[in-house]
């Protein structure tokens, strides 16, 4: 089973979230479920979820939620520093920030560590492992830009949610499964979300 690091932050976007954990549960993936205190209540706001606050609750939740194996999704406190992921000896070398909050780029490009989510970024960034940063921002400041061109030249992918529209979409959910098919092709994972460009259906 392929593993991989999922963080929540206090950025808009957790309907981007939820389907990406929803897909990687699908795809038989291990995933690593971090939330800062923020997205908790950005998950309230825009999806009127409330998740426990014990890490072994909101486990247990996902799992049955999501029909995932019982360890399939392995949710994390934000200070659990014996988590595999604040190790580079144990940590999955895939993390996606969905969505990533401005503050959270900043810490990260500046190694701040001062909770799970920054450490586990930190571990993949100097495992040279592959990270993908979600920002849901407008407009960016020169402070925003200037983190992530940081970050980018280091090999982080920095993917805003910025959704097309050649697909024709007729749904929110179809926005929404544009930005995570973007988020799949990137981290090697088959999907058949949307249709990609230059498709002609027979």
Not at 55 to 81: D, M, R
Not at 108 to 125: K, M, P, T
Request: include cysteine.
């Amino acid at each position: 089973m392929k593993r991989l690091t999922l963080a929540l932050t206090g950025a808009s976007g957790a309907p981007y979230a939820l389907r990406l954990l929803e897909c990687l549960v699908q795809a038989d993936y291990q995933v690593y479920v971090l939330a800062s205190s923020a997205a908790r209540v950005v998950l309230k706001t825009e999806q009127g979820i409330d998740w426990p606050a014990s890490p072994q609750a909101l486990s247990a939740q996902l799992c049955a939620e999501y029909g995932a194996c019982e360890g399939q999704i392995v949710a994390c406190g934000k200070e659990e520093w014996f988590s595999p992921v604040a190790s580079g000896s144990a940590a999955p070398k895939q993390m996606v920030v969905c969505p990533c909050s401005m503050g959270t780029v900043s810490a990260i490009a500046h190694g701040a560590s001062d909770n799970l989510i920054e450490r586990a970024a930190d571990v993949v960034i100097k495992e040279r492992g592959q990270l993908i940063l979600v920002p849901r921002e407008t407009p960016f400041s020169a402070i925003h830009l200037e983190n992530m061109l940081s970050l980018a030249r280091l090999g982080v992918t920095i993917m805003p949610a910025a959704p097309g529209f050649y697909h024709a979409p007729q749904s929110v959910a179809e926005l929404v499964d544009f930005m995570v098919a973007r988020l799949l092709d990137h981290l090697g994972i088959d999907h058949g979300l949307c249709q990609r460009w230059g498709y002609q259906p027979s």
